[in-house]
């Protein structure tokens, strides 16, 4: 059903520089002419995710010392995407950095979760769309060193007489981090790197979209965050499309500088074996906030011909699962769980 | 909000051959006397769960030589319920064996659910309702011992007017087997003792409810079965009560035979690095399955205030996922995959 394409253990390409500009062959062939078009968002948004995706696997690689693996796969009805992963690297459990870009038709569930969202769609179904975006999630191995995600995305829902003008179009995204360990220079760090990626286009983007974080990255059933949180947006189309265009560009742009000087920090201390255990408790956490609430995996485990592979390279490599435990008051491990349940702020 | 009377490493009570009758005491304190009156199903039901339970844990921690822990816990809206753990033994990683009793007021959402599954209920809301269930997952050591999960359960609808005399009522229920590697005897005697404990109560429960556990025991985003099945039913309100509540004691008490012969024929078998890493990535699959599919843990997750620790006693203690993993054509892997694809018959 798919055709891979594995580019195994360098990218496709090289651009100025020495380093390579894309990991793989994008999905449109001809996406960088293409871009070259302002008024084509879809192309500009391929060809930037593509890009991205590039430069923080080179970063994260250079980091490890063990390459990423691409494999580009195509998708039967239409699309296809670049899947790259570090497994048991040096520094990385497990480190994923996937892009899609797809097209085709909306099933009507979609339709009527889009309208309940607020989007106008027209009544002419079926309804073809548009979807580009880029994920990932990286676990490393030491449990001092957190676990980072970020997605941004450009969605379109067109209309069949005039696909070239969508009526319907946003972006959506966010950053956000999972720590074991409570370092709160880490946090710090991490949002502040997030808030001016956001004050530059808008001073209330930052405080909305953590908030909205908080909200989203939030294990109901145990009553806790996943992590400390970072920003998270969906449904932006709220202005002129270049300049929302402009905002992801500074978010994805911000990716290395919020996270790799904190993995530079941490990758390399002492750890213990309690340590290790707390850590794989806390990637059972991950694991149940991503089967059971995140919309994404959701979204793609009920597709029917999705890459599954693709959509659970968020799932970390090991994780468990012991009844009833819980960390000794005062413990570092209590300390974690006061933030998650009581998620703070952690810039001015 | 919950309150914990824990029965650490032995059963509260002895019944007659020097074997414990309960791990704790019943949810109904009176439970025993209750239980005379052959009218009470309530009272029967949890009778009969409890004195499973104690079965069970006792024939399990005699293979082990690890004794379980009880746990037990009041439901602040209603009812309660013994918890059984036994954690990182000799034989098993994590076995839990959950006794639940509660009762309380059915929510709209869940009145529109089993009226949509054919349930006649009452207008008068809101509508009191009591269930009771056992429910059990062992995962063992060994990779080429099988992971096994059973739960029979009794609901009750009832009328605010009337509760003794519940309008509604079903039982539902089911065992099935999740190897790692396919020992094809281990499947058939699996199955035969299912079989026979059906066969004594109709004989077209077999075939349809060994169909509709291949049914629910899917993966549906892996487009294969979580194991080599068993039996599965819910609903089963179609002829006198006495006579449903029979087939689910000879379904409950045949547990013990069909387990425990495969248990000890693998758990000290050989094993390599290499199949443990099989046996940790299957988990991982029946991670998914429970997370994203199974029932009765989303409804418990959805539920506020539920006891998510006894929920989640069925995730295995620790899991696996590894990017792309393909075992090579002709493996034993390869050979259990093939099964989970084309679920067989196993007995005739």
Same mark, same amino acid.
């Given at each position: 059903k798919e055709n891979f394409e594995a580019n195994c253990f &360098? *990218?496709? !390409? !090289?651009g100025s520089g020495g380093n390579p500009k894309y990991m793989a062959t994008p999905i449109t062939r001809n996406v960088e002419s293409l871009a070259m078009d302002k008024n084509n968002y879809r192309a500009r948004m391929e060809d930037f995710i593509m890009q991205l995706q590039a430069d923080i696997c080179t970063a994260i690689a250079e980091v490890d010392g063990k390459p990423f693996v691409a494999d580009r796969w195509e998708r039967e009805s239409g699309g296809g995407g670049v899947s790259c992963v570090l497994q048991e690297g040096n520094v990385f459990e497990k480190a994923g950095v996937n892009v899609s870009v797809v097209h085709g038709t909306l099933p009507p569930a979609a339709v009527r979760e889009m309208r309940a969202r607020g989007h106008k769609l027209s009544d002419? +179904? *079926?309804? *073809?769309f548009f979807a580009a975006g880029i994920s990932s999630v990286m676990h490393p191995r030491n449990p001092h060193a957190p676990t980072v995600h970020f997605n941004y995305r450009y969605f379109e829902v067109q209309d069949l007489n005039?696909? =070239?003008n969508p009526t319907t179009w946003w972006f959506g995204g966010g950053c956000d981090l999972t720590p074991s360990y409570l370092y709160e220079e880490d946090a710090v760090h991490f949002h502040q790197t997030l808030k001016d990626a956001c004050d530059k286009h808008d001073a209330s983007y930052y405080p909305r979209f953590k908030k909205e974080c908080d909200k989203y990255f939030f294990i109901k059933h145990r009553g806790e965050a996943r992590g400390v949180g970072g920003i998270f947006f +969906? +449904? %932006?189309d709220d202005r002129p499309r270049e300049q929302i265009f402009e905002f992801i560009q500074s978010c994805g742009r911000s990716f290395n500088r919020s996270y790799i000087p904190i993995l530079k920090k941490r990758k390399d201390m002492p750890f213990t074996e309690a340590e290790k255990a707390w %850590? %794989?408790?806390r990637r059972g956490r991950y694991v149940e906030f991503n089967l059971v609430y995140d919309r994404g995996t959701k979204f793609g485990l009920y597709t029917p011909n999705a890459r599954i592979e693709s959509i659970l390279i968020s799932l970390p490599l090991t994780?468990? &699962?012991?009844?009833m435990h819980e960390p000794k008051a005062g413990s570092r491990e209590a =300390?974690?769980? %006061?933030?998650l349940k009581h998620p703070r702020d952690w810039v001015p």
């Open positions: &360098w *990218p496709f !390409s !090289s002419n +179904d *079926p309804l *073809p005039n696909k =070239e +969906d +449904d %932006q %850590q %794989q408790l994780a468990r &699962w012991q009844y =300390e974690l769980l %006061q933030v």
